[in-house]
């Protein structure tokens, strides 16, 4: 199956019970049994519900991966991969990261004795010198959030497989229409899927896909056991999104281009972050590794201004100032003082989230629209 009938079919059969053919919301908590364990497949809704298991068949589908799992946030999803380490283990981390993965590295699992090191990975090779006997995970985002670096999955992979280490790719910027990190040798591959595999700004969820079957049962093992799943109502939400999840990225990649290029052009603009121009610094690989380059455009301000960059924000119409992205909406944010006010200011500027960058979700409106808006705005 390809990917454009994968979003709309794949790991997706009509309802048992009356043949529906959209998933059933099965609002339930728990499944009538015959006999005491004699049940059909189905006991309690933290463990296993229906339209929560037709969703992981999607996402595993989606991934090129055999098995999937569905959360109640991104951040739940990572929290489960985490939870394979033991105190005294060693994460290596890209350093250029979403924001509440920091916190939840830096202020949760730090005081359970886990260390971590933020490494910039763009060039790959810099990597190996932070492995340890005690190294476990490598935790990888591409492109990052908000800078748009791009990093090299397979030459990542390549470290990960020599040191026996598992690898570990937040696919949310990219999303599977772009991205499959499972093929290029990653063992997990992670989704906010509140940003564009539900796409609609309506429900928060996280997602992970594996293929390794020993890999998956420690996770489903977690996922009951820890309990952070979503409700069947979300499960629905998701799965309905993600029919249209290849329509919506094209037109997505579309006006991020014509965005990232307007910008490129304009006088009072001094770097755009898009990993679709010629001169971004991994252009090669990001053109190497993704379909197209997405919906996701960074900028900044000549003469570095915090006001200006504030005014800019506020002076948006059709781009909503909000937290979050891979809506059909535009959305523009001010990261450092929204998504990653949570990093210390030393941390955040070094990896050029500075005080005038904006951070763009692109929508899928009529791009001229979207354009005249932020020609209004930056004035
Ligand atoms: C939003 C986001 C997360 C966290 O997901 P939630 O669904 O908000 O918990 C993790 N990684 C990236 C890249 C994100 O954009």
């Not at 748009?148 to 040191?163: G, L």
Request: proline share 4%.
């Amino acid at each position: 199956m390809k990917f454009n009938t994968k979003t709309i079919h794949g790991g997706q059969e009509p309802d048992v019970a009356h043949g529906s053919v959209m998933p059933p919301i099965y609002q339930t908590t728990t499944y009538a049994q015959s006999t005491p364990g004699g049940h059909k497949g189905y006991e309690y809704s933290r463990t296993h519900n229906p339209t929560r298991h037709a969703l992981e068949q999607s996402f595993a589908s989606l991934e090129s991966g055999n098995y999937g799992l569905a959360f109640g946030s991104g951040l739940a999803a990572i929290d489960a991969v985490l939870k394979l380490m033991k105190p005294g283990d060693e994460v290596i981390s890209t350093n250029d990261l979403y924001g509440g993965t920091y916190r939840l590295f830096t202020k949760i699992y730090e005081d359970f004795g886990i260390k971590f090191h933020f490494v910039g990975m763009h060039n790959a090779d810099k990597i190996e010198s932070y492995i340890t006997s005690k190294t476990k995970l490598i935790w990888v985002e591409t492109p990052t959030n908000p800078m748009m670096n791009i990093i090299d999955i397979k030459a990542i992979t390549k470290i990960s497989k020599k040191h026996n280490l598992l690898l570990a790719v937040d696919n949310t910027f990219a999303t599977p229409y772009l991205q499959q990190p499972l093929d290029l040798g990653a063992d997990i591959v992670m989704h906010s899927a509140t940003k564009y595999l539900g796409g609609h700004s309506d429900v928060v969820m996280g997602a992970l896909v594996v293929r390794d079957k020993e890999l998956a049962d420690k996770l489903y093992f977690i996922q009951n056991a820890s309990g952070a799943i979503c409700g069947p109502q979300d499960a629905f939400l998701v799965l309905r999104g993600i029919k249209t999840l290849h329509v919506r990225m094209q037109r997505h990649c579309e006006n991020g281009r014509a965005v990232a290029e307007f910008l490129d052009n304009h006088p009072k603009i001094e770097n755009v972050y898009w990993p679709g121009f010629k001169n971004h610094p991994n252009h090669d690989i990001a053109k190497s590794q993704m379909k197209d380059f997405g919906g996701m455009v960074s900028f900044r301000t000549k003469g570095n201004n915090y006001e200006e960059a504030i005014k800019i924000v506020e002076n948006l119409n059709i781009f909503t100032l909000a937290e979050s992205l891979g809506g059909v909406e535009s959305l523009a944010g001010h990261p450092a003082s929204m998504t990653h006010a949570s990093i210390p200011k030393d941390e955040r500027e070094k990896t050029g989230v500075v005080d005038s960058l904006i951070r763009l979700s692109v929508g899928i409106e009529d791009k001229e629209d979207l354009i005249a808006d932020l020609k209004q705005a930056i004035g």
